[in-house]
């Protein structure tokens, strides 16, 4: 599981939501902020064309299984491997180990078909943790983010408000999403205004 | 004909119609109003015509009153297979402009804004045209540069087109927001004084009334469902009511044009799409100027009867059911709210689809086919309305004569043959 | 609003898609065994039936991948979805596909000759 306060001071670089500042808006009805949400900075991202018969080399080397099914995706630890298409898959790392794995993976291809390629700095990813998740997420998501329904483990690339994302469900008031960079600054002040009326809380 | 001074017919109702007027109104009091006559006969299809004109819309019925009025040509049908101006004539935004980048563009919609200056007398019957200007808004340092150079090739046609710059904007439209913070600002626009708006029914009903006084038969709840050849030459239409004999057919169908095409084995490049447009609840008067944004995809004005009248973007899939789906007028009315905010608890009414005949150079057809005796005219997508009166004119012009006039040629078929396609994209801009 | 099944994905709303036009134009890999106006035939001419329309259409904010679909473009039924590159096998859209002006157009012919062996190549074209 990835942690909700991730320092990242010692890589270079600036970050997607740089500049930004931590704001906090309390809970209208009293009680804990329904949305609590941070940027995972400079989080690994890999993404891999092969296909299936790529798994057992994943695995050996990120330690996540080959995702099993179309819009899920499995985990080991802080890593995981996102579904994305029938042969196209995103791999998700701690921060600045993203380079060592792309080099990994890619020295194990041999005669493969395949490719990997390193795209942390073009996506920016957030963390969002709260008991109004889902209801946050809904608002601009066309899908059925219920709990029943988009349960953890579960993937799914769509529209968040008419940006780009992968969101992923790591428990039932936790997700990640992600989005382009380019785009990290609007859905920040998207999800402090969607989130506006259960409480939230931006952590730098 | 002289492109500077149309042949526009006879004015008024030679026919023998009795008037519309103010004296018309007083005298009509006075037995409470039950004594006006029906402005078109329901007409029985007659067994022949000199031309048959497939559509009863506002083109198609324009057509038929300049094939009456200029060309002499009384004994033609309109057939229309529902009620006459219930298709896209009655469906759209009532904008008129004709502030066009092409020459063969500039052409043909200004040569429509003059018949539009002085319809109203001609027809007999208050279009209710209204030269309110037409502000077209540039929301970024391309956008003011592209206008730039469009209101140049504009005003080399000799067609009305200035700059403003947000102040002057804000003067002209007060309830505009011209903040630069917002994400699409107002960094200036584009405006044809001369362009406006018009009650797209009464275009319908004043020509039909007009075309009804010199003789052409209406003919409505009548459809088409074959072309009748005898080689390569048109001999006639079957329709639901019956054959009926003809050596000349235009077919102004809009969104169904492939439909009737394929009737006699002709192709055409077009693809029907659904377009919709919405009118708010009626309010007092705040907006009393067309504005246009291509950026954020929505063009807005207010109608006599107070309502704010909105459209967008053509659904990008075809279709001929009239309808669309929401999030193309959900995501209009974000950018709408936000350049005019004082609309944010507007309540909106009525929304409705048309069936929009789109080209691929964003331009219309206007064309003999290789069948003789049949005419299409076709294509206009989502900016027919401000050409009815300049498409039936050029349109009844090429059937009478069997050649398109000057201001008609460029529009031909053959265009997708010889590559030589009028791309409109930016001019028809926010709508293709 | 349209519900559409992606073949890879699953059921999503239509805002994650875009239309890709009329499905199965084979581009001509002969271009000069044609003459002019067949090829604008190819570059312009389209299919715009009042009814069923096969088309292609691209999962664009999901997997990103195409497909294809035989939809109705009055009551916008979706009748079938099948994969890109593959024909239809449902009745009503194998018999649209057959009856296509384009299945004999000099384009397709100069395509892939093998296409022009579907049993309605020979069929008479005319008025509809």
């Known amino acids: ?204 | 004909m002289a492109d500077n001074q149309p042949d526009r017919g006879q004015r008024g109702l030679p026919g023998g119609k009795p008037r519309y007027s103010a004296f018309a109104v007083a005298k009509n009091s006075m037995s409470y109003h039950q004594d006006w006559q029906r402005a078109w006969r329901d007409a029985e299809p007659k067994s022949e015509y000199d031309a048959v004109i497939i559509g009863g819309g506002g083109h198609g019925l324009a057509t038929a009153y300049y094939l009456a009025a200029v060309h002499g040509m009384t004994n033609i049908a309109v057939i229309e297979k529902g009620w006459l101006g219930g298709g896209n004539t009655g469906r759209n935004t009532t904008i008129i402009r004709s502030n066009y980048l092409w020459d063969e563009s500039a052409a043909i919609y200004e040569h429509s804004m003059k018949l539009w200056e002085g319809l109203s007398q001609d027809l007999n019957f208050n279009v209710m045209f209204s030269q309110r200007g037409v502000l077209t808004i540039a929301h970024s340092e391309h956008e003011l540069r592209e206008m730039s150079r469009r209101v140049h090739a504009i005003r080399l046609n000799g067609i009305d087109s200035e700059i403003l710059g947000p102040a002057e904007i804000k003067k002209f439209v007060p309830t505009i927001n011209i903040d630069q913070s917002i994400r699409y600002p107002v960094m200036g626009g584009f405006l044809q004084r001369r362009g406006g708006t018009a009650r797209h029914d009464a275009v319908a009903w004043g020509y039909a009334r007009a075309a009804d006084d010199l003789g052409v038969d209406i003919i409505q709840k009548c459809e088409v469902t074959g072309l009748r050849r005898q080689g390569r030459k048109i001999v006639g239409v079957e329709t639901s009511r019956g054959f009926i004999k003809t050596k000349k057919v235009g077919c102004v169908v809009a969104g169904h044009s492939s439909v009737v095409a394929a009737m006699a084995g002709i192709r055409l490049p077009i693809a029907s799409r659904p377009l919709q447009a919405l009118v708010s609840e009626p309010i007092k008067p705040i907006l009393d100027t067309v504005i246009m944004s291509n950026a954020v995809h929505m063009y807005i004005s207010q109608s006599d009867k107070g309502e704010m009248v909105l459209g967008a973007g053509v659904d990008k899939y075809n279709s001929y059911a009239q309808r669309g789906s929401f999030p193309v007028p959900e995501h209009m009315l974000a950018a709408a709210v936000e350049l005019f905010p004082v609309l944010s608890r507007l309540r909106m009414l009525r929304h409705w689809g048309g069936i929009v005949d789109t080209c691929p150079d964003a331009s219309p057809i206007i064309s003999k086919t290789d069948i003789e005796g049949l005419y299409f005219d076709c294509g206009w997508g989502t900016g027919g309305f401000k050409a009815t009166p300049g498409s039936g004119h050029v349109f009844a012009d090429l059937i009478a004569n069997d050649r398109p006039n000057k201001i008609a040629a460029p529009y031909t078929l053959d265009r997708f043959r010889s590559g030589l396609l009028i791309d409109e994209h930016g001019a028809a801009g926010v709508a293709h | ?128």
């Open chain 1, 1 to 204: 599981m990835a942690s909700t306060s991730q320092k990242s001071t010692s890589l270079p670089g600036r970050t997607a939501l740089h500049g930004k500042a931590m704001t906090m808006h309390p809970n209208p009805n009293s009680g804990k902020p329904g949305l609590v949400f941070c940027e995972l900075a400079h989080l690994g991202k890999l993404n891999m064309r092969a296909d299936k018969s790529a798994g057992k080399m994943v695995k050996s080397i990120t330690g996540c299984m080959f995702p099993p099914a179309a819009n899920t995706f499995t985990s080991a630890g802080e890593r995981h491997a996102v579904w994305l298409g029938p042969d196209e898959f995103m791999i998700i790392c701690e921060a600045g180990k993203d380079e060592e794995l792309a080099s990994s993976i890619q020295a194990s291809f041999g005669n493969r078909h395949a490719a990997v390629t390193n795209i942390t700095d073009a996506l920016a990813a957030f963390h969002l943790k709260g008991a109004a998740v889902r209801q946050v997420l809904a608002k601009g998501c066309a899908l059925d983010l219920h709990h029943s329904s988009f349960t953890s483990g579960d993937a799914a690339q769509t529209l968040l408000s008419h940006a780009a994302v992968t969101i992923m469900a790591l428990a039932d008031d936790e997700f990640i999403v992600i989005c382009r960079t380019s785009f990290a600054s609007y859905l920040h002040d998207w999800l402090l205004d969607a989130a506006l009326e259960y409480g939230v809380k931006f952590n730098k």
């Open chain 3, 1 to 128: 609003m349209m519900l559409i099944d992606c073949p890879f994905c699953g059921p999503r709303d239509e805002t994650e898609f875009s239309c890709g036009g009329e499905a199965h134009i084979a581009r001509p890999l002969a271009e000069n065994k044609i003459s002019e106006a067949e090829f604008a035939d190819y570059l312009f001419m389209r299919d715009n039936p009042k009814g069923l329309f096969l088309e292609r259409w691209r999962h664009s904010a999901g997997c990103r991948r195409w497909f294809n679909m035989a939809r109705d473009t009055v009551s916008h039924e979706i009748v079938e979805i099948y994969p890109m590159g593959a024909l239809p096998k449902t009745a009503a859209a194998k018999s649209a596909y057959s009856a296509s002006w384009r299945r004999d157009t000099a384009a397709e012919h100069a395509a892939k000759p093998a296409r022009t062996t579907v049993k309605n190549a020979g069929k008479a074209r005319g008025a509809k």
